[in-house]
């Protein structure tokens, strides 16, 4: 049985536990992180389609087996779309390209979705139903915390804390929409953002300067059954880059999760020649997997 996501937060909670229990088989993100479902339902997606409610219904469609999610196809944007699928029913892949195709693609052309290139499972079917392999979508960073960390190298005259320490979220919010330039990122996205489960102002570090701005972030969302985060966002305002911050957070960051039992942190990037990934790749990641666009014309 497959149908259009309900809009309920209870739903939500299904697919966020069926993702936790894909990291426990792959022990890496095949599909998304559990936190990623709640940041595209009450991240800058709350804001942008406030007037269009429907827009989550419509872009999120799910199979369940028993009575429980087992699959589902969503677009982050309406735009592309990725399917994201429990290791038990990948056989159900195929199944859901066609759906896509015949039901939601509607007026889009072409068809544009996303594999791992360690995915080859999924490749095969992509090529099968004619999708071409396109350009880089990104990568996905795994770090195993269990290493050694790399000391903080902090610039004089910045402090690193948590937001729950800072106190002050108009200034973290400037900083973010500073770094990624999107108005959309208010203090609605925000209030939006720090509602979903597994967000906590004590796992959001900033760094702030001497006059009390804060110049750098990075945000972790910890699923402590499964013991991992993902790391996102990660920026730095314009006004303080190059002087090392981000790098400064994150590596606090893996600290402080290493002192708290997490195993393993992840980190996603755009493809080159994104700047981030210099950053990334220098923190000495166990593995890192490239993703690549796959396109259905016509």
Known sequence: MHKDHDGSREELAQLAEMLGESFSYYRCLQNWSLNRIWDWRLGGNAITYQDDPAFFQRNLHIWRYDGMPV?????????????????DHRDLEDEMLRWAEDVWRRERAPLTTTAFSTDIWRQRILLERGYEKGESAGFTR??????????????????????AEYGYPEGYVEAVRGAFGRPVLNMDW?????????????WNIVAVSTDGRCASFCDARIDWKRGYTEIDPIGTHPDFQRHGLARACVLECFHRLRQSGVRYAFIGSGEEPAPSNRL??????????????????P
């Open 190 to 202: 925000y209030r939006s953002k720090i509602s979903a489960p597994g967000y906590s102002d004590d």
């Open 142 to 163: 795994k770090y195993d915390l269990r290493l050694p960390v790399e000391q903080v190298d902090l610039k004089e005259g910045f402090r690193l804390m948590t937001i």
């Open 71 to 87: 699959a589902f196809v969503i677009s982050e944007r309406g735009k592309d779309f990725s399917l994201q699928v429990h290791p």
């Open 280 to 297: 990334y790749d220098s923190l000495a990641p166990v593995e890192k997997v490239e993703e690549h666009l796959w396109v259905k014309r």
